[in-house]
C-alpha cells in the first residue's frame, strides 16, 4: 500500500469504513453475485468456526465457479425460486452427512455449487440434517460430486507421491 494512502487512511478512518459500508449496501442491494457471495460467506465461516474447521480454500474455489455462473446455476431451479428473502441456500448432501471436514477435498465437495440448492426456508429447516445417500448418489448431482471427490483425491494422492519421490532425492 502506498504511504499516501496509508496516511489518508489514518486522517480519515470514519469516512473511508463509511465509504466500505455504502459501497456494500448498495451491491447487496443491486448485485446478485455479490449479495450470494456474502452470504455464502458468512455462512461458511460461521459454520466452520462453530464446528471448530479450519477453511482450506477461499470460498470461491470451494464453490468451483464464479459468483456470476453461480447464481445462475441456483436460480435455474426447476421451482422458480429466486435469491432472496425467505430463501435458503441449502446443502443437498448436508455437512452432517460427511465424515471428515478437516479435509480440504471433502470441504471442496461438501460446498461445491454443485451440492447446493434454493430452497424455502420453511422446507429447509424442516429438511436439517435429513439425506438419502443411496438417491442423492444415483442423482446426476451426486455423480457429479463423487467424481470431483475421486478427481481431487487422486490430484491428491499425485501430489504427495511428488513430494516423496523429492524427498527421497
Request: proline share 3%; with cysteine; aromatic share 8%.
Amino acid at each position: 500500500v502506498p504511504p499516501y494512502r496509508e496516511t489518508y487512511y489514518a486522517n480519515n478512518t470514519i469516512l473511508c469504513k463509511k465509504r466500505v459500508v455504502d459501497y456494500r449496501r448498495i451491491q447487496r442491494k443491486t448485485n446478485k453475485a455479490f449479495q450470494l457471495s456474502e452470504r455464502i460467506r458468512s455462512r461458511l465461516s460461521q459454520s466452520f468456526r462453530y464446528n471448530g474447521i479450519t477453511k482450506s480454500h477461499k470460498t470461491q474455489q470451494t464453490l468451483g465457479c464464479s459468483w456470476k455462473y453461480a447464481v445462475e446455476y441456483l436460480e435455474s431451479n426447476e421451482r422458480g425460486l429466486k435469491l432472496g428473502k425467505g430463501i435458503h441456500i441449502d446443502h443437498i448432501k448436508p455437512l452432517c452427512a460427511f465424515k471428515n471436514l478437516q479435509c480440504p477435498i471433502q470441504q471442496q465437495v461438501a460446498n461445491n455449487i454443485y451440492n447446493l440448492q434454493l430452497l424455502p426456508a420453511r422446507e429447509n429447516l424442516t429438511k436439517s440434517g435429513k439425506h438419502d445417500h443411496d438417491a442423492w448418489a444415483a442423482s446426476e448431482t451426486g455423480m457429479k460430486l463423487i467424481l470431483l471427490e475421486r478427481e481431487l483425491q487422486t490430484a491428491a494422492d499425485a501430489a504427495r507421491a511428488a513430494c516423496d519421490v523429492n524427498e527421497n532425492k
